[in-house]
Each structure stands twice: as structure tokens, then as C-alpha cells.
């Protein structure tokens, strides 16, 4: 955990790390967030219990990532939440295409995964709509 936070929660890993802590102080400077950041420093294994706890606790998860999106941290966090615990959840990365060449700051920029791609991220899925008291402990 590198800054606690009860509204939204940012899981990244490698390069994006910086990136996600930066974009957590843009959101809490405007618009008053507090914002939890995860360094997801391996995805296997998993810190399932720090997922669970950051999907309980915020309901809103935002996953960045430095490679594709498919395969990696994102759908290893959505796994944890499939368990039954409902969320809102956006998964930042490089998309199953081929990327552009250019310089590493201009291919974080064209994936949103830079600081302001990950603010701009926070402010979308802090907007998403869910009831707050909506029973989301499905029992089966």
C-alpha cells in the first residue's frame, strides 16, 4: 500500500507506479480524493487479500499497467473480484494491436497510462453510476 484511501483504488505495477502515485495527488489536489495506490509488485502471486480489501473498501478499481492488457495485472484483479464482489473497474494498458514506436513517455501518453491518462482514468469511474447501498454480498 503506498497511500491509504476510501474512494478509489489504483493497482499498477513496474514503470507505472510513479505514474499512478502522481495521478493520485492531481485527483486528491482537484478534486479532494482519497485515493488508495497499490504497487502491485508481482502478479504472480497476487496479493489477493490487498485486492479484496481495496474492492470492499472503495468499490471502484482502476488497474495501469506498462504491456498488454490481456494477461496481466488487470485480469488477474478481475479474478479476485469475480468472486462476488461487484465494482467499478477500468484496466489501463496497451491494447492487443501493435504499438507505435516512439519515445517510452509518448507510448505511456498514447495508452493513458502517463499521470494525466490515469487523473483523467479517476475522474471517469469516479463518476460511474452505482447505488452505494446496493446489496452487492451476493450469497449463493
Known sequence: VMNEGTDITVIACGSCVYQAMQAAQMA????????????????KPLDEEAVMSAIM?????????DHTVMGG???????????GKACV???LGHQ????????????MSLAKIDANGIADTIAEVMHADFEADDAWDDEF
Do not use: P, Y
Open 96 to 107: 492487443d494491436e501493435f504499438s507505435t514506436i516512439g519515445l517510452h513517455e509518448d507510448l
Open 57 to 65: 473498501d472503495t468499490r471502484r478499481i482502476i488497474t495501469v499497467e
Open 73 to 83: 495485472l488487470g485480469t488477474a484483479v478481475a479474478e479476485v473480484g469475480a468472486s
Open 28 to 43: 486528491a489536489a482537484d478534486a479532494g480524493l482519497k485515493g488508495r495506490g497499490l504497487n502491485m509488485h508481482t502478479i
Open 89 to 91: 473497474m477500468r484496466m
